[in-house]
């Protein structure tokens, strides 16, 4: 009779290779993605070392952070940094045999949406990529996790990582979301109670009805987030809706081995009785539209806030902080945030850029135009999310909204192509990380949900969605 | 890997929490293929002016910290993305250890990898190591890895913890890699029983 565990502590379990002297474990990985960014150096590493790859299988690489968005992308990227980098992923996949999705493959996006669309990520499976959002993956009961690049060439050379237990922190969220509450905004509120150092150290496992309830994609927004609040991954239990998310995409299990596979995922939960370290509880109805109004995940409101004052804190860290970030946003204590203007809206990015993102920007700007003060930019996370979109002529009404509807890639969320903010400028975005400069010099980053941001576009300045 | 056993020098003062990533390397310079040559990058967006001069505002840009071989910094050091760009600009810069009351997790993994020591201590002890930092050429810190001692500018010395087995990775500059190929057997092992359990681990392409 063992004790009981969490879903954390059962994927761990089934994951050590070996226990060793330190404290640390040697985990075994079965599932790596990756990129142009953080993945040249570590070939050049193995090559450096005349190292190979472990299981070539179980690598998935897709360009997806410097790709221009624009229709012309094939022939025209706009620094031969980026040229070089790409063509760098390009020649290590062909070089070593990895299966390798290109900028212009219909399949191609953000690795954090590729994944799961094509059935790489998988319940119960360990995922890793050099990339702090490969958190996404755990929406699936996967332990998903990012690393560095001397990681990622540890990965490709012995299929493990030397890893200490995390701890567990469990985030329930019960009851039901109030009218124009999405995932975005759970997961904001999530970090705005814990603080971006809240999950560090530990893995998070989120639990409650409001979890249960939300789709797969709803789900990944969540996971995708967990690192804005410290953790290294976040999990969420499989059940039904993962596994028909799931069956019958490319790399998904067929057949008699999905059933199997089925009957596994079945077992991973965390049992009746297990311990975490740490427990919080939300009720689903304390959470409002949430928006961003620092530099910080953490410094976040509901839409309904004003921005605060630094006088009113009391640690003396905490007050220079809210200091140092007004000055940067260049916003006035006291100010109602729906009377802050935005000059862009950006919707995408591997935390708002699947096809539910895209249907609820659709439903608040059907038959409505963007304020003319604003440009408003729509990024799908990947092909498929594109051709979906399409199909549904979502297309046509962010177009007529005044919308531009790009390729699939990262852009504006960490601005690595061409897609940024000029110095100053003000952005609603429904992307995860508002850092000083991360959408380009000096830009000021205001995080919300799809239909925010929405909502923002249309009136020109951080709108409450449910008075729109 | 560059052995790390004891280091003298000055800490640099950086009184700020939740240093993120995006600071210690803006995402502009992520487009390169090097491991090299990221130091002239470090900081970059609160280093230099816009038109590339250096700003007299920014600690690592005064004469007594220019040399600087530690950083004395807030809580959360480090967070945000996994990019080990962030070490590389560091360690290139001349940064060989940093102290702050905690660190983000991928980032304190990405620094032992790097020959970069970074150090977690009570809020209580980086505030007075902060005042310490703020003298100037005279912020002159001993950090001994060997025997886990930290030697104030005063002469007090505190103790600090690290991992056991990052600590003797560091000291003998060892390679990660090479230590996890010699176990190649038992990984074997672990892949023949997981391919039993669950094959469709196996069958995917």
Redesign the interface.
């Known amino acids: 009779m063992t004790n009981p565990r969490t879903l954390y502590d059962k994927i761990w379990d089934a994951h050590v290779?070996?226990e060793?002297?330190?404290?640390?474990s040697?985990l075994?990985i079965?599932r790596h993605i990756i990129h142009e960014?953080?993945s040249?150096?570590a070939f050049?590493?193995l090559r450096l070392?005349g190292?190979g790859l472990?299981r070539v299988?179980t690598i998935l690489a897709v360009p997806d952070?410097?790709v221009p968005t624009t229709a012309d992308r094939e022939t025209r990227i706009d620094?031969i940094?980026?040229k070089?980098?790409l063509g760098?992923l390009e020649r290590n996949a062909k070089e070593f045999g990895v299966?390798y999705i290109p900028m212009m493959d219909a399949r191609q996006g953000i690795v954090h949406i590729v994944g799961p669309e094509q059935?790489?990520t998988?319940p119960?499976?360990t995922i890793v990529c050099?990339?702090?959002h490969?958190s996404t993956h755990g929406a699936f009961g996967a332990l998903a996790?990012?690393?560095?690049?001397?990681?990622v060439?540890?990965v490709m050379?012995?299929?493990?990582l030397?890893l200490?237990r995390s701890k567990n922190l469990r985030i329930d969220v019960s009851g039901k979301l109030g009218l124009g509450v999405t995932a975005k905004d759970v997961a904001l509120a999530i970090i705005g109670k814990i603080g971006?150092?809240g999950g560090?150290?530990s893995v998070i496992e989120f639990t409650g009805s409001v979890f249960r309830d939300l789709s797969m994609e709803g789900r990944m927004t969540v996971c995708n987030m967990s690192i804005e609040g410290?953790a290294?991954a976040g999990l969420i239990a499989p059940d039904q809706k993962t596994y028909d998310y799931i069956k019958g995409r490319p790399?998904?299990?067929k057949g008699a081995?999905?059933e199997?596979?089925v009957n596994?995922w079945n077992s991973l939960k965390s049992d009746e009785g297990a311990k975490y370290d740490k427990e919080v509880f939300i009720d689903a109805a304390d959470i409002a539209p949430q928006v961003t109004w620092g530099t910080?995940p953490?410094d976040v409101l509901p839409i309904t806030g004003v921005v605060p004052n630094p006088a009113d804190a009391q640690d003396p860290?905490?007050k220079?902080?809210i200091e140092?970030a007004l000055a940067y946003m260049g916003l006035e204590p006291g100010t109602r945030l729906t009377d802050i203007k935005v000059d862009k809206v950006f919707i995408g990015s591997c935390t708002n850029g699947r096809i539910e993102d895209m249907r609820a920007v659709a439903e608040v700007v059907r038959g409505r135009k963007i304020n003319p003060s604003v440009e408003g930019l729509i990024v799908p996370g990947s092909g498929l999310v594109k051709l979906q979109a399409e199909q549904e002529g979502l297309d046509q009404v962010f177009i007529d909204a005044g919308f531009d509807w790009r390729e699939p890639g990262c852009s504006m969320c960490?601005?690595?192509n061409a897609d940024k903010l000029l110095p100053g400028q003000r952005c609603a975005s429904t992307s995860n990380?508002n850092?000083?400069?991360?959408q380009g010099?000096k830009s000021r980053t205001h995080l919300v949900s799809p239909a925010m941001a929405a909502a923002a576009a249309i009136t020109g300045r951080l709108t409450d969605i449910r008075e729109l | 890997m560059d052995k790390f056993t004891k280091i003298r020098a000055v800490a640099a003062p950086l009184?700020?929490?939740?240093v993120?990533t995006?600071?210690i390397i803006?995402?502009?310079h992520?487009?390169?293929?090097?491991?090299t040559g990221l130091g002239k990058y470090a900081f970059s967006?609160?280093r230099y002016n816009d038109d590339g001069s250096e700003r007299d505002d920014f600690v690592l840009n005064k004469p007594a910290y220019r040399n600087a071989e530690i950083l004395i910094a807030?809580?959360?050091f480090g967070?945000?993305?996994?990019?080990?760009h962030a070490?590389w600009a560091l360690k290139d810069f001349g940064i060989k250890a940093i102290i702050a009351p905690?660190?983000?997790?991928?980032f304190h993994?990405?620094c032992f990898?790097?020959g970069l020591l970074p150090i977690a201590l009570p809020e209580d002890i980086v505030d007075e190591m902060m005042k310490d930092a703020e003298h100037g050429a005279n912020a002159v810190f001993t950090i001994d890895l060997e025997n886990l001692e930290i030697t104030r500018p005063d002469g007090q010395v505190v103790k600090f913890e690290v991992?056991?087995?990052r600590q003797?990775c560091l000291i003998n500059g060892l390679d990660?890699?090479g230590l996890?190929?010699v176990?190649?057997d038992?990984?074997a092992a672990?892949?023949a029983k997981?391919k039993a359990?669950?094959?469709?681990?196996y069958?995917?392409?």
């Not at chain 1, 060793?20 to 640390?24: C, E, I, Y």
């Not at chain 2, 009184?15 to 939740?18: A, D, K, L, R």
Request: aromatic share 6%; proline share 5%; hydrophobic share 25%.
């Open positions: 290779v070996e060793q002297q330190s404290g640390n040697l075994y079965d960014v953080t040249p150096q050049e590493g070392a190292r472990r299988e952070h410097n620094s940094e980026s070089n980098q760098a299966d059935g790489f998988l119960g499976t050099g990339d702090s490969t996790f990012g690393i560095g690049t001397s990681e060439e540890h050379a012995t299929q493990t030397i200490k971006t150092a560090t150290g410290g290294r790399k998904a299990p081995e999905f199997m596979a596994y910080s953490e860290d905490k220079a902080s140092r960490l601005a690595m990380r850092f000083e400069g991360r010099p | 009184p700020i929490t939740n993120d995006d600071m803006p995402q502009k992520l487009r390169t293929i090097e491991r967006n609160i807030g809580e959360n967070c945000g993305s996994s990019r080990e070490p905690s660190f983000a997790d991928i993994g990405n990898k790097n991992d056991s087995f003797h990660d890699i996890t190929m176990k190649g038992k990984i672990f892949e997981q359990q669950q094959p469709w681990l069958s995917q392409r």
